[in-house]
Each structure stands twice: as structure tokens, then as C-alpha cells.
């Protein structure tokens, strides 16, 4: 339990990353208070603000875990609302270029299947007490100090569209593009950070189906991975809540999906097995074609700025968006509020508290993120549509990434090891042991 810093709190922004910040931040504030300028369904649907609530969403091991510290109970909640259970490496049936289908094998642990809206849902019904949610409420600018030093607290309109300030003595933006932070910084004549941009200039669709009694499938889950540049689709199914299939499939540039019925099923047919097709082209379909495009990941390097005003900070995709097709959104957002808690527990007997916060958490914020950007990154720079600076070694990398594979097709206890740094529960310099090297290098050669 960290000291109390503060009477006040303000997070903008009720997704995970916002809810997740909110609950670190009640350890160590009188009260916090939670903005969304959507409104919050009371049960666990799609909504309005949250254009990616229809696709398909993963959390990885890492997030669960995450969570499950932050809001203790989460796991048997998500069960009990119906999200199903998923044995790592069994479960999921993974086809990719020269393995169709990865050998399965039950790794030794498990995690959650379930809707973007079901997780949500049950993150808000454990919330502290101390943690307000005000819905139906735009922050509308971070207020700051008229020298721009520190955080006096937000401007935002209520549900009458009326305008009211709110003081605070620490601001977390948490509201996706970070645009506000961005506002705030310009206001007070500081240097917007510098970005690392990939170009993925991606277009995916998403379409819900009704599990079919007795569906001949021997999987919960169905992965087809392109085989970049011949065939540049791919797919994702999952079984969810309510014996349902969700199926996003994707694509670059020309390859995008369609968003009707019929073109979305012919894009799946044409993806490069026949798996997830054979799986639901038979199966009942429930409601529309949900599209989306995602043309960059963007990583805003916050640790580069001198000082960021004392009180304010960044949190989830406003510091880094990533390729949504990896899954690592919500599990980094996750692990990003687990940091801000041990930060702010570190920095509760320092003389500037908040102060030392930001230069801390920010500093440190890098050391989550150079995992799962590297892990999404050299994929995608693999297709020569993306844009984005290359490492001279990429070709080198993607080498060893596919003797790796090889490697783990044949040994469990590699592809255990494997599967814990793509769900970021070990880091990729656990890839670097000299025994592993060298037994990589040898199939590279052979």
C-alpha cells in the first residue's frame, strides 16, 4: 500500500488502461476520479467510444496476470461471465508458413478468451471504492500552472454540456491518441516527444458467429498467418461468452477486408488454409460486418523530453499504439498500471514526490515496451508495403525467428520459453541464452 500523496487524482479515460490506472492510483490518492466521455453500458456491449469494442481483443498471460494484482478476483469473475478457458499452446490451433498446423501441447498454464466489452465490464465492477466514474463527461484541457510547471486539474463538460473545472494534483491521460497531453504540453511551450513510426497501413473486419452444437473443430481458437508477400491475409478466431465465434481477419494495402457479408467471406475463404473457413462458413451469423483501419504503430518517446509538467503523465496508447493484430494493447497497458503502483509506492518519502514520479515512471516505461514492439515490429517489417526504418539486420533477425520456430516444433521445452516472451512473461533476452543461440544458429546453417 503506497502513502497518501495527494486529496486528488484525475484519469481521463475509462478503458482498461484508464481503469487499470485508476485502481493504482486509489493506493495512494484520497480519491480519483475516472472520465469517459462515452456512456458506460451496464451490461457488457460494444459502445459507442470505443471504435475497436466490436473486434477481436487478446490478453495475453502477462495482462492477465497484470490485472488479476491490480483487481484480485478478476480471473474467477471473467469465468463465471462466461469467458472460456484457454490452456497456453493447446487450446489455439496456429498455422503459419511451413507449419500448418504448430505442434500443440499443453505449456503448463492458462488464460481467458472473451469479448473487449466482457473484460471491461467486470475490470469496472472491481473498482475501489474510492475510484468515481463519471460517464457522459469530455475533458476538454489539462489545466496547468500559469508558468507550466505542474498540473492544477482538468476543464471538462458534463452531461448538460456545461463547462466545470475539477482540481487534482495528478493527471493521467489514458484516452488513446493523447491528444489532450499533447495540447498541454504545447500550452506550456514544451517540445512534443519525438515518435518511432511503422507504417502498416493495415484494414481488418470482424464478424460474430453462433458456435454450431457439435461443431466438428477439435480447438477453441484458430490462428492463420499470412505468407507475406504471396498471400498477405490473415485471421484470428476465438471462441467468447455466449457460445459464440468472433473472427477478425485482415489484411494490407490492397488486401484489406470488405465490410458485407458475402465479401467477408470470401476473403476468408482465401486466406491461406482452409481451416477457419471449413470451421464457420456453415455456422449462424450475428450481425453486421464491424471494419476497421489501423495505418500506424506509433511509439511517443516521453523519456526523451527534459520534464514532462510535474502532476501529468501518460499512460497505454498515449505513449504507444501497437499493431492491434499481436494482441499486446491491453496486456501492456496492464503492466504499465502495475508500474505506475510500485512507482508510486517508491517515490512516497521523496521530498518532490510527483516530481520524481514522472521522471521515474517514464523512465522505466521503455523497459516494458521494447519487448512487444520488437516482437510486432520485425514481422511487419517484413512485408515491403510497410514503411519504417529497418534495422540493417532485419534480414539476419527474421532468420533466426524462423529457426527459432523450427526449434520449438520440436522441442517443448523451447516452445514453452518461446510462447512466455511473445506473451511478454519473459523477456526477449531470455532468447539470447548461449545454449539456445547456439542450437538456433546450427539449423540456420544446416
Request: proline residues 7%.
Amino acid at each position: 500500500m503506497a502513502q497518501s500523496l495527494g486529496r486528488h487524482a484525475v484519469v481521463i479515460g475509462a478503458g482498461l488502461a484508464g481503469l487499470a490506472a485508476g485502481q493504482a492510483l486509489a493506493e495512494a490518492f484520497d480519491r480519483v476520479t475516472v472520465f469517459e466521455r462515452d456512456t458506460l453500458p451496464e451490461t457488457p456491449v460494444a459502445r459507442a467510444g470505443a471504435p475497436q469494442g466490436r473486434h477481436l481483443h487478446s490478453l495475453l498471460a502477462s495482462g492477465q496476470r497484470a490485472l488479476e494484482s491490480l483487481f484480485p478476483g478478476l480471473e474467477a469473475a471473467l469465468e463465471a461471465a462466461g469467458a472460456v478457458l484457454m490452456r497456453a499452446g493447446l487450446d489455439l490451433r496456429t498455422e503459419r508458413p511451413g507449419f500448418d498446423p504448430f505442434p500443440r501441447r499443453d505449456l503448463g498454464w492458462h488464460g481467458y478468451a472473451m469479448s473487449r466489452p466482457l473484460v471491461e465490464h467486470c475490470v469496472r465492477t472491481f473498482a475501489r471504492e474510492s475510484v468515481e466514474l463519471r460517464a457522459g463527461c469530455r475533458v476538454e484541457r489539462i489545466a496547468l500552472s500559469a508558468d507550466g510547471a505542474r498540473v492544477m486539474g482538468v476543464e471538462h463538460a458534463n452531461g448538460s454540456g456545461e463547462r466545470e473545472t475539477l482540481e487534482a494534483e495528478l493527471v493521467v491521460d489514458a484516452s488513446g491518441r493523447g491528444a489532450l497531453i499533447s495540447a498541454a504540453l504545447e500550452a506550456s511551450g514544451r517540445p512534443l516527444p519525438e515518435e518511432t513510426r511503422i507504417e502498416v497501413n493495415l484494414g481488418y473486419s470482424t464478424g460474430l458467429f453462433r458456435i454450431p452444437a457439435g461443431a466438428a473443430v477439435d480447438f477453441k481458437a484458430a490462428v492463420t498467418f499470412p505468407d507475406v508477400p504471396a498471400n498477405g491475409r490473415g485471421g484470428l478466431l476465438l471462441g467468447i461468452e455466449g457460445g459464440r465465434w468472433i473472427l477478425s481477419v485482415g489484411g494490407q494495402g490492397a488486401e484489406k477486408p470488405p465490410g458485407d457479408w458475402g465479401g467477408f467471406m470470401e476473403f476468408v475463404r482465401q486466406l491461406r488454409t482452409p481451416t477457419i473457413y471449413d470451421a464457420v462458413h456453415g455456422a449462424e451469423r450475428l450481425g453486421d460486418i464491424a471494419r476497421f483501419g489501423f495505418p500506424a504503430s506509433v511509439w511517443r518517446h516521453f523519456e526523451r523530453l527534459e520534464q514532462l509538467p510535474v502532476g501529468l503523465l501518460p499512460l497505454g496508447d498515449a505513449i504507444c499504439r501497437f499493431n492491434p493484430i499481436y494482441g499486446q494493447g491491453m496486456s501492456v497497458a496492464a503492466q504499465e498500471a502495475c508500474l505506475l503502483r510500485r512507482q508510486l509506492e517508491a517515490v512516497a518519502h521523496e521530498p518532490a514526490p510527483l516530481a520524481a514520479l514522472g521522471r521515474r515512471f517514464l523512465a522505466e516505461v521503455p523497459g516494458l515496451l521494447d519487448g512487444p514492439w520488437a516482437l510486432s515490429a520485425l514481422p511487419d517489417l517484413a512485408n515491403p508495403s510497410t514503411k519504417g526504418v529497418r534495422p540493417p539486420d532485419l534480414g539476419q533477425r527474421l532468420r533466426f525467428g524462423a529457426a527459432l520456430a523450427r526449434l520449438a516444433a520440436e522441442d517443448p521445452d523451447v516452445h514453452r520459453l518461446m510462447l512466455e516472451v511473445q506473451h511478454l512473461l519473459r523477456p526477449r533476452s531470455a532468447l539470447a541464452e548461449p545454449g539456445l543461440q547456439r542450437r538456433v544458429a546450427e539449423l540456420m546453417a544446416g
